[in-house]
């Protein structure tokens, strides 16, 4: 997975199978119950009711946690178990129940550190949205990556399994790998001396990991080549364009003029971190030396996005006034406003949605539809996220969660997604409505199994073939550029 495009964390797989019968499956004694193990369970329990926005009981997720260390162990769960957890209350107490339900023996081989995690990504199950136990180091990776100054030397990898060693998927241009000649496809064999055939890729990437500024040795062979290469590389920061325009010229810049009358440009967001409201900042400066007037702002091909600062502060580069939207949290709700500072004043702007367009960016997209500062063309969002995610402390602070700590909400208080039939109501349908519609249906899922990809239906006429090598119509995007055009002969 490309670290531009990085989830927050890697999820621990929980093993869910079940006991095999005792003549088929050798069994053994369990390894004794590591004793700070309750007050983990304790930890994570009061970081999720502290800090949740909508937490389940601390009894359910005991239920969950134990079930899943039961599981992992291939023992049966206990029948009565939701009974005794409901009548846990201090720490004593659910000391005492998780020792009690600690496995006495095993089913195949289960390792002490198995059967514990299990129980501790177990706690997470019944927590509503996107909920992960993630090191401490990977929470300072995901802080990088938001800031748009990730520390490394920049190649993404995979896994080899029949060489059983990582191989390099990709290098990004003008980082530390890059300029030491590592290339696409080299198998990496040591990371400062150790071997990294038979380890796990998660060990890998930790290794190759370090502050700014430091050195780690790697040692690369090429697929056609005999002998290893060994390269020193300094970890370093390669900040990433996060606003593309239409087409690469061969100079390398981007073309933001779209072709026809009007001077329309186009910008496509690609993510959304602290850096991108100041590249749309300088982006807007050029346009506007290009003699551009109007804008089509792309935001269909995103990642899942979270990042409320980041995404307040590029709505709040676009309106010159007027409520973003609110947040609400456990503690309460908060308001976010614009100030009168605004970017492409006086042009008529066109953005792009499709049901890709989701979580912070479509709560953008509804800022500036709300606020009358654009139209919105396509389609929108079935996926029904629209959380707000941070990274809180568990305990000491070597282990964090990733939990959702925030409902995003319009700027009249309508809840971007409903979630209950409870909140349901003829004024809360919330979600992105497209000012002009371009219908699109999903025909796949992504390799994480989230994001659709999409087409658009076919039409009921036969449309013109495209010449050899000509882009593939674009509905959306043509529809958009109708819409500036009117928008510039009215105006």
């Given at each position: 997975?490309?670290?531009?495009?990085?989830?927050?964390?890697?999820?621990?797989?929980?093993?869910?199978?079940?006991?095999?019968?005792?003549?088929e499956?050798?069994?053994s004694?369990?390894?004794?119950?590591?004793?700070?193990?309750?007050?983990?369970?304790?930890?994570?329990?009061?970081?999720?009711?502290?800090?949740?926005?909508?937490?389940?009981?601390?009894?359910?997720?005991?239920?969950?946690?134990?079930?899943?260390m039961?599981?992992?162990?291939?023992?049966?769960?206990?029948?009565?178990?939701?009974?005794?957890?409901?009548?846990v209350?201090t720490?004593?107490?659910?000391?005492?129940?998780?020792?009690?339900?600690?496995?006495?023996?095993?089913?195949?081989?289960?390792?002490?550190?198995?059967?514990?995690?299990?129980?501790?990504?177990?706690?997470?199950?019944?927590?509503?949205?996107?909920?992960?136990?993630?090191?401490?180091?990977?929470?300072?990776?995901?802080?990088?990556?938001?800031?748009?100054?990730?520390?490394?030397?920049?190649?993404?990898?995979?896994?080899?399994?029949?060489?059983e060693?990582?191989?390099?998927?990709?290098?990004?241009?003008?980082?530390?790998?890059d300029?030491?000649?590592?290339?696409?496809?080299?198998?990496?064999?040591?990371?400062?001396?150790?071997?990294?055939?038979?380890?796990?890729?998660?060990?890998?990437?930790?290794?190759?990991?370090?502050?700014?500024?430091?050195?780690?040795?790697?040692?690369v062979?090429g697929?056609?080549?005999?002998?290893?290469?060994?390269?020193?590389?300094v970890?370093?920061?390669?900040?990433?364009?996060?606003?593309?325009?239409?087409?690469?010229?061969?100079?390398?810049?981007?073309?933001?003029?779209?072709?026809?009358?009007?001077?329309?440009?186009?910008?496509?967001?690609?993510?959304?971190?602290?850096?991108?409201?100041?590249?749309?900042?300088?982006?807007?400066?050029?346009?506007e030396?290009?003699?551009?007037?109007?804008?089509?702002?792309?935001?269909?091909?995103?990642?899942?996005?979270?990042?409320?600062?980041?995404?307040?502060?590029?709505?709040?580069s676009?309106?010159?006034?007027?409520?973003?939207?609110?947040?609400?949290?456990?503690?309460g709700?908060t308001?976010?406003?614009?100030?009168?500072?605004?970017?492409?004043?006086?042009?008529?702007?066109?953005?792009?949605?499709a049901?890709?367009?989701?979580?912070?960016?479509e709560?953008?997209?509804?800022?500036?539809?709300?606020?009358?500062?654009?139209?919105?063309?396509?389609d929108?969002?079935p996926?029904?996220?629209?959380?707000?995610?941070?990274?809180?402390?568990?305990g000491?602070?070597q282990?964090?969660?990733?939990?959702?700590?925030g409902?995003?909400?319009?700027?009249?208080?309508?809840?971007?997604?409903?979630?209950?039939?409870?909140?349901?109501?003829?004024?809360?349908?919330?979600?992105?409505?497209?000012?002009?519609?371009?219908?699109?249906?999903?025909?796949g899922?992504s390799p994480d199994g989230?994001?659709?990809?999409?087409?658009?239906?076919?039409?009921?006429?036969?449309?013109?073939?495209?010449?050899?090598?000509?882009?593939?119509?674009?509905?959306?995007?043509d529809?958009?550029?109708?819409?500036?055009?009117?928008?510039?002969?009215?105006?």
């Open positions: 997975m490309s670290p531009f495009h990085l989830r927050k964390s890697l999820a621990v797989a929980i093993l869910l199978a079940s006991p095999l019968p005792a003549d499956a050798p069994r004694p369990a390894p004794p119950m590591p004793p700070d193990l309750p007050r983990r369970v304790l930890e994570i329990t009061e970081a999720i009711l502290a800090n949740h926005v909508e937490p389940p009981a601390r009894q359910q997720m005991i239920v969950d946690g134990l079930r899943a039961r599981l992992a162990a291939r023992q049966p769960v206990p029948p009565d178990l939701a009974r005794r957890a409901s009548a209350v720490p004593e107490q659910v000391a005492g129940l998780v020792a009690e339900v600690w496995p006495k023996e095993t089913v195949g081989k289960a390792s002490v550190d198995a059967i514990a995690e299990a129980m501790l990504d177990g706690l997470l199950e019944s927590v509503p949205g996107r909920a992960e136990r993630i090191t401490a180091k990977e929470a300072r990776v995901a802080e990088q990556m938001a800031g748009n100054r990730y520390v490394g030397i920049h190649i993404t990898l995979g896994w080899d399994d029949g060489q060693t990582p191989s390099i998927q990709m290098v990004f241009p003008g980082g530390p790998a300029r030491a000649g590592i290339r696409k496809n080299d198998r990496l064999l040591e990371v400062d001396g150790v071997a990294t055939k038979g380890t796990s890729l998660r060990a890998v990437v930790d290794r190759l990991r370090g502050d700014e500024g430091t050195s780690v040795t790697v040692k062979r697929p056609k080549e005999e002998k290893p290469r060994t390269l020193t590389l970890r370093g920061q390669l900040p990433r364009e996060t606003i593309t325009g239409r087409r690469k010229q061969p100079s390398g810049e981007w073309e933001f003029r779209l072709e026809g009358p009007g001077a329309i440009g186009y910008l496509k967001v690609e993510e959304v971190v602290a850096s991108t409201p100041h590249e749309l900042r300088k982006l807007a400066r050029k346009m030396d290009q003699g551009l007037r109007a804008l089509v702002l792309d935001l269909r091909s995103m990642p899942m996005q979270d990042d409320l600062r980041s995404a307040a502060m590029l709505a709040d676009l309106l010159e006034s007027g409520t973003i939207g609110r947040v609400r949290t456990a503690r709700e308001i976010y406003r614009a100030d009168a500072d605004a970017l492409f004043r006086g042009w008529p702007i066109a953005v792009l949605v049901p890709t367009t989701s979580g912070t960016m709560w953008v997209a509804a800022a500036l539809q709300d606020n009358r500062r654009a139209t919105i063309v396509g929108s969002s996926i029904g996220e629209a959380d707000v995610v941070s990274t809180v402390p568990i000491d602070g282990w964090m969660l990733s939990i959702r700590t409902d995003l909400e319009r700027g009249d208080g309508r809840p971007m997604v409903v979630r209950s039939p409870a909140r349901r109501s003829p004024k809360s349908t919330g979600g992105l409505v497209p000012d002009h519609r371009i219908e699109m249906r999903a025909i899922r989230r994001l659709p990809r999409l087409r658009r239906e076919p039409p009921t006429y036969a449309a013109p073939t495209p010449a050899p090598g000509a882009p593939a119509p674009d509905e959306a995007l529809a958009a550029v109708k819409i500036l055009r009117q928008a510039r002969e009215a105006h």
